[in-house]
């Protein structure tokens, strides 16, 4: 009698596999999520820095990679300065991304604008700054 039990449990196994198998849409490959900052390079005028440093000098933030940005000043006509690196956490949903110091301490949250051509510190909403 056992025999039988066992033999009706693979014989319903095997039935079922049809049904449980994946369709040919499970069969495509799903695109990675997409992090449109990555390979960016945003700047603006830093009124303050120029004040105090003399000429014209623009602060830029470059998110290098999925984790990891670049910040420093740039003259115009190429002296660059104070060059730091750190991480950030990009939010899609919310168009923010907050950026870490090198030490893992928080430096600010940026929000972007709805078309992802300015962001600003929320800190500093008149420091807008370029997509270049």
């Not at 990555?38 to 440093?53: D, F, H, K, P, R």
């Not at 998110?63 to 990009?90: C, E, L, P, R, W």
């Amino acid at each position: 009698m056992n025999k039988i039990k066992i033999l009706f449990v693979v014989l319903g196994m095997c039935l079922a596999i049809p049904f449980v198998s994946c369709d040919k849409e499970d069969d495509e490959p799903i695109a990675p999520q997409t992090n449109p900052i990555v390979n960016t390079s945003w700047a603006w005028e830093n009124w303050l820095y120029s004040l105090v440093n003399g000429g014209t000098w623009y602060e830029y933030i470059e998110f290098t990679d999925t984790k990891n940005y670049k910040h420093y000043y740039k003259k115009v006509g190429g002296v660059i300065k104070q060059t730091s690196y750190g991480t950030y956490k990009y939010i899609k949903a919310l168009k923010t991304v907050t950026l870490y110091h090198e030490d893992g301490s928080e430096w600010n949250t940026f929000q972007f604008n709805s078309n992802m051509t300015q962001m600003w510190p929320e800190t500093n909403s008149d420091a807008k700054f370029e997509k270049q």
